[in-house]
Nanobody, 121 residues
Framework: QVHLTESGGGLVQAGGSLRLSCTAS????????GGWHRQAPGKQRELVAG???????VYADSVKGRFTISSDNAKNMVYLQMNSLKPDDTVVYYC???????????????WGQGTQVTVSS
């Protein structure tokens, strides 16, 4: 099995920073980038940031210029640097990553359990 675990969430004042980490473990042959998502109450889950194996990134308009996604495929890690945090960023953040368990397996997305980010005003 493959498991993703997020860490780095917490309570921070508006304007502060947090760095979220996502660690994939288990039967992993290869991990290829990943993404961070969030879902506010009553809203659709949104892609906050994504990165592919070539390092190409995408961001939600609400976080452009403030958040930076990065990955270290060799270490099975995906990161989200969050700067200039706003109260609207308060939500649980979830990590996802495409993983294949053998060299001949199809790629599949796995999800973590989430880490809470709370930004006070």
């Amino acid at each position: 099995q493959v498991h993703l675990t997020e860490s780095g969430g917490g309570l921070v004042q508006a304007g502060g920073s947090l760095r979220l980490s996502c660690t994939a473990s288990g039967n992993i042959f290869q991990i290829n980038g990943g993404g961070w998502h969030r879902q506010a109450p009553g809203k659709q889950r949104e892609l906050v940031a994504g990165i592919n194996g070539e390092g190409s990134t995408v961001y939600a308009d609400s976080v452009k210029g403030r958040f930076t996604i990065s990955s270290d495929n060799a270490k099975n890690m995906v990161y989200l640097q969050m700067n200039s945090l706003k109260p609207d960023d308060t939500v649980v953040y979830y990590c996802s990553a495409p993983v294949r368990t053998t060299a001949w397996s199809n790629w599949r997305d796995y999800w973590g359990q989430g880490t809470q980010v709370t930004v006070s005003s």
